[in-house]
């Protein structure tokens, strides 16, 4: 487990992200769902886009519509 970190408050409403995430494409192995949508990660490879930050996975798309901040 990793060390505690201060969560920021969660009412940042997008309007000046604090952080952005660091996506990089990612070939997934195994059924992984977009954190954004909920939906799954279709294709075989570079389904979507893996945040170094925070881990979250998230479609190319959806990266777009992200309001939340970084972690
Ligand atoms: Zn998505
Ligand atoms: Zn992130």
């Given at each position: 487990?990793?060390?505690?970190?201060?969560?920021?408050?969660?009412?940042?409403?997008?309007d000046s992200p604090e952080l952005k995430h660091?996506?990089?494409?990612?070939n997934y192995k195994i059924p992984t769902k977009c954190s954004h949508c909920r939906h799954l990660l279709v294709g075989f490879t570079k389904q979507g886009l893996h945040c170094k930050g925070c881990k979250m996975n998230v479609h190319q798309d959806c990266s777009d519509k992200?309001?939340?901040?970084?972690k």
């Open positions: 487990m990793s060390a505690p970190v201060d969560a920021p408050s969660d009412d940042v409403t997008g660091s996506f990089l494409v990612h992200l309001t939340k901040s970084c």
